[in-house]
Structure formats: structure tokens, C-alpha cells
């Protein structure tokens, strides 16, 4: 029963989760700097210094500066909505406010033990002064302690009657909380006869952690990143490093690294079709017969319209930067997003171990996939603008340290790291020019020399008398020729070398991810095993658990199998030849069909094949015949109850890659578990003998040639199943 009195209860905010929102969720100290120079830039600043003095940092501004009112009611109000009420800076400017949340002012706690901010409007005849000592926070909290508190006699006695128990009283138990409001911060005004001047200083004293000469250069660069091409010109905005501890950093102006080194450029925009007069976003895309990058339209992302500027870092370009930039601070790294001009893609402190850079759009991630090709952080640079407006799922997480994940946030990846992929292409043209240039030399070389040893011969034969003198320029002419001859089959066989190396690391490289799984899974097979085994040991023979005994035999017959499966696929990919070589498809997957024939036959399946025979794959037969073979055997599972039983597969070229489908009439897949499949041990045949092994095959063979595999829409009406599969001709 309810009792008459009616009370209310208020949220508060608890002192601790000040190390929460300021040295925890802020996670290194080049974020935290960001976070106030961000703040700079919302307050209209045009020069920002941040400085370092013995056991100081100071970020100063020359921005409007702040009033008591601004400071009580805004700068200490945790998540003040005062920019999202204003979406823009006062004029002359009108900067988008890029600091929305009211947390990167934690931040400074971040940097020192204490603060103190010093702050002035244009106009005031006064500077103001708040200090903050966040030492003080940490000593209150440890001060707080269990006190006695009394609940008020009337509600304890109607909490007693009401429920006829014995009253618990709450004496002694409630803690007594420190509320983050409770702590009171120091503030004074200064006199000053300087009108005219405005802006903010944060100034952090007790500082926590040893700024190094490194950690300042780390500092430079990032902050000279800060604002985007795309609005470097449209409002001044300077930073500068200023230490006289650190060598360098006298009043340092942070400059944009030179990006006129880069090989290519590449830039994508939006805009609206002057003849259909309908929205479009360019998108890059590589002309194989002319070698360049072209942009074409494509209809609007769900992310929304985006700008976009590429610089790749060829060999040669890459060696020249970094000539022109040795310091390993300044090297390329990759791709930062903007939003309405300011940087928004999160980074982290400086690392020597690659495994511990943060990599939020995943580029260096698919490298393992194909390092000859792919591009990487370190050969590109490049600036995504986004907008509020424009992007508005495109949301800061609140540590800053990535995105949320959103669809449009997943969209946005994928077609960056397909327009990276435009210069993978470009990587792979330039690789093949070059060998056919280097080629082509050799030859025109070759064919000269034979030219001059053709005049030679005349003249010998016009002037035998010149036999003599024209034997040692022969036999130079000749010796040039077998030497060149030599260099242009030793360029032949370093190419192949080549390719050998690539195809074995790619072959290598594709079983990576899967290694930790196939362990893990294998010793979950084992460990059922032996704890069925276990139960044979202790109650055999006995007949009340002979059903036990007759499902657990089955149980180790088939997992037995299944291991068994595994290894031989092991020992097959250990003892495979890794070379890579020309297939006819045609003739491959024939054979490959009447190797089932007896087995089709007796299952009464129908085959109907559709290849070019004129295709010729580059790939690795062995595993070619691996991906058939599994397919083949999944159908023949499938099929087992339907009737009319018919297998299909259709193949044809599309650009540089070989695109076939795989289909049968089967059951087909269910839709919620066609990701499940390709998993290793899955399967819904076991009855059928599968061991959930097939699938994973197919997918991990594919991977290792460069290939890819997926589920589409069935062809055979009304059900079955259809595999995608797509392969390069060639990855050289």
C-alpha cells in the first residue's frame, strides 16, 4: 500500500565522475590539447599559443574572452546545450561551433593538477580569475565517509504499520555524498587599463605527465592538421608551440605538412547535374588503357555528400618526402575526417609499435590481405570534409577515440577505402609499365647492338684490310648483346621470383585469422572427446547407460571425422605447390564434374555448365580444385530430398576479375544464417555427414587467391542456393 506522503528525488552528480569524463575519457594528453584548442577556435581566436613552462601548460587565446556570467553559467555547467542553441560563433567569422559537448574543458585536468583561467572581454576595464584545484576534488572524495541519518518519524512509522514488520532503520547506512557542487573554486577580478584587449588563458599547473621533445613534435604535426583544405582560406586561424625547455619550440608556428610531393592527386566534390538538375556525389575511379584517375557520379550515399582530397606517395615520391621530411613525426599517415572544417578523426599518442596505433578506418588492417598492393596509412594522405547538416549520423564518440557505429558511418568506411583502392590500382599499373618499359629497353637495346654489328660487317666486307682492327669492336658488340640478353631473362626470372613470393605470402597470409579459430575449435572437439571417452573409461560396460554408450560412439565416430577432415586439409595447404600458374576454367571445371560422375549419376542430378573456354585464370590449381570440389559436395548433400535435382554453373569475365555462380536447386539457406555458413564447424547436414567444414574451405581457398565468395539471390526457381564467387586474373 502506498503511503500518503509524497516525496521527490533529484539527480546529482557524484565528484567521482570527474576522473571520469576528464582523465579517463579523454585517453592521452594530444586529445586533450585538441580539445582546448578546439574550444580557442569556437571563441573566434585567430592566434592560439600553447606553451610549456617548467611545470606549466598555458593554452592562450585572443577569442572574445569569457564574463563571470559566461564562466558560471556556461564554461562550469557539465553539457551546457549554450553551441547547440548557437550553431555558429558571433560575427566576423561565424565559425560552426565544433566543441558541442561541454567536456573538452575536463580535459585540462587531463594536463595538470590544477587550474587557473584567466579571462577578459574587449571593452572591460578588468581581467577575472577562477582557480581550480583538481587535487582538491581527489582529497574530497577520499574524505567522504558513512554519516547517521535520521528518516523522518512519520514515514518510518507508516512504512512499520503498513507492512507489520519491524522497522530497519536507515540510521548508519547512508553514505553522506560528495556532490561535484559542493566544492567550492576561488575567483577574484584585476584591474587593468588594457580596454582593447581580449581572450582566455587556461593555465595548468602541476603538470602530470614529462612532455619530450618527441611528444611536442607529435604535437606539431597533429596540430598542423587541425584545420581542413577545404577551408584553410575562408578564416584565419594560427597556432604556435612556444618552450624554451624544448630545442626548436621558440614560438614554433604550426604549418600544414607539404603535400606537394605526392605523385597523384586525386579530389571528389558534389554538386547538383546542370542538365537533370539532380543531386551527385563524385566518386574516383581508374582508366586501365590511359593510367589515370577519373571521377564519376554516383547517386547520394546514405551518409550524405562529402569532399574529399587524396594524396598518393609512389616509391619514388615516398623517398623524396621523406628526404624533404626526416623526422619520423612528420611522415604520412593516412587519413583524417573534417567536419565544417576542423578535424574530428580521433589519434593517439605517439607509437613505435604499429599493433598499438589506433587504425579506426581499418586501412592498415587489410593489409595482411595483400601487402603488395593494398595501400597503407604510409603512402597516402588524405582529408574527408564532412558537416553537421550535411552528415548528421557521422556523430563523435564521446571519448573521442572513434565514431559511433552507425550504418552511415560503416557506408562512409567502405567508400573510403574504395576510393584508397583506386590507387592500388594505380600501384599495380606503374608496377606492370615498368617491368614492360624496363623490357622494352632491353629489346631496343639489343636490336641497336645488332644493328651496329651489321654495319660492321660491311664495312669489314667493303675493306677486308679492316678485319684486324674490327675483330675487338665485334667482339665488344657481341659480348654488349649476350649481356643484355642476360639481363633481360634475369629480369624475366626476378619477376616470376616475384610473383612466387607474393602468391606463396598471399597463400600464407589468407590462413591468419583463421589459425586462433581452427585451434580453438579443434581443441573444443578434443576436449568433447575426452570427457566422452572419460565416460566409457568409468561406466563401461553397464547396461543403464547403454543408449549413453551408443549416442556418445556415434558422437566420437563423427567428431573423429570431422578432426580428421581438418588435418588432412592442414597437411594438404602444408604440402601444397604454392605457385601460381595459367588455368583453362573451362577444361578444369569439366574434369573436375567427371570426377563426380558416377555419384551425380546415381543421385540423378542434372549438371549444366556454361564457361568461356577461352578464360585462363592465374591462380593456384590445387586450391582452384579445393573450391569445386567442396561446392560440388555441398550440393550433392543439399540435393539428397528434392526432386528434378539440377547443379549450375555459369562464369564469365568482368573487367580484370573472373565472376562465377554456383547454383542448386536445393532447400537453399536461410537468410539469418547465410553469414554463419562460411563459418568453420558449422553445418545443418550433419545428418548428411557434414562436418561444417566445406564452406570454410571454399572461403579460405578463395581468400588465398585473392578471391572472394558471398551468397546472393537464388536462380533456381523456387528455392536453392547461389554462390557468388570473384577472382583476378591476375594479381601482377
Known sequence: MRSSNTSTLKW??????????????????????????????????????????????????????????????????????????????????????????????????????KLLIKTKKEGHDFWLFVEIDWAAYEQKTNESKFKPTELPEKIEEENNQESGLVPISLKNIREEILLFTDVENNYWFEETSHLSTQGTSLIMSGVRDEWTDKDLEHLNKELSKFVSPFYGKKTPFQTFINSDQHKGFKNLEVRSVAINLAS?????????????????????????????????????????????????????AKAKYNRAYPNKEDRIDGIRIYRDGIVTTPFAENEDDPMKRRDILGIDKRLWQDTFTRIGTREVIGFVEITKDGNPQIIDATNRQDFVDTPEYRALKEIIIDQLDVFSKVKIFQRKRKELLNEASYRESIKDLRTSTKLVEQIEKQNPTLAADLAPLKGQLESAIASSKRNLDEQKKMHEEFLRRENIYLSLMSLQEYAAALAHAVRTTVGQILRMAEFFVEKFPNPKYDSNFKEYAKQIYDDMLTLNRVTDFMLSYAGSNLEFEELNLKVLIERLFHLYR??????????????????????????????????????????????????????????????????????????????????????????EGGAGVGLWIVKTRLESLAGKVKIVENEMNPTGTTFQITLPFSKN
Open 12 to 113: 546529482r552528480f557524484d565528484i567521482n565522475v570527474l576522473r571520469l569524463i576528464g582523465r579517463e575519457l579523454i585517453s592521452d594528453r594530444i586529445t586533450a590539447v585538441y580539445e582546448l584548442v578546439k574550444n580557442c577556435y569556437d571563441a573566434n581566436a585567430k592566434e592560439v599559443y600553447v606553451e610549456f613552462e617548467d611545470d606549466k601548460i598555458i593554452v592562450r587565446d585572443d577569442g572574445l574572452g569569457m564574463t563571470f556570467e559566461d564562466i558560471r553559467d556556461k564554461w562550469m555547467v557539465v553539457g551546457t546545450d549554450s553551441k547547440r542553441a548557437e550553431h555558429f560563433s558571433p560575427e566576423p567569422f561565424r565559425r560552426r561551433y565544433v566543441g558541442e559537448k561541454g567536456i573538452g574543458r575536463f580535459a585540462t585536468d587531463k594536463l595538470g593538477r
Open 264 to 316: 597523384h592527386i586525386a579530389e571528389i566534390k558534389f554538386g547538383i547535374d546542370d542538365q537533370t538538375n539532380e543531386e551527385y556525389q563524385e566518386f574516383l575511379s581508374f582508366d586501365e588503357s590511359s593510367g589515370q584517375i577519373k571521377p564519376k557520379r554516383i547517386s547520394k550515399p546514405i551518409f550524405g555528400f562529402i569532399q574529399m582530397k587524396l594524396y598518393f606517395f609512389n616509391k619514388e
Open 598 to 687: 558416377l555419384e551425380l549419376e546415381k543421385e540423378k542430378i542434372t549438371v549444366h555448365l556454361e564457361i568461356d573456354g577461352n578464360i585462363v585464370l592465374f591462380a593456384n590449381q590445387k586450391f582452384f580444385e579445393e573450391v569445386i570440389q567442396n561446392l560440388i559436395s555441398n550440393s550433392i548433400k543439399a540435393l539428397k530430398d528434392t526432386e528434378n535435382k539440377r547443379i549450375k554453373l555459369s562464369g564469365w569475365a568482368e573487367d580484370d576479375h573472373f565472376i562465377f555462380y554456383f547454383s542448386d536447386n536445393g532447400p537453399g539457406i536461410r537468410p539469418e544464417i547465410r553469414d554463419k555458413v562460411f563459418d568453420l564447424f558449422y553445418t545443418e547436414t550433419a545428418k
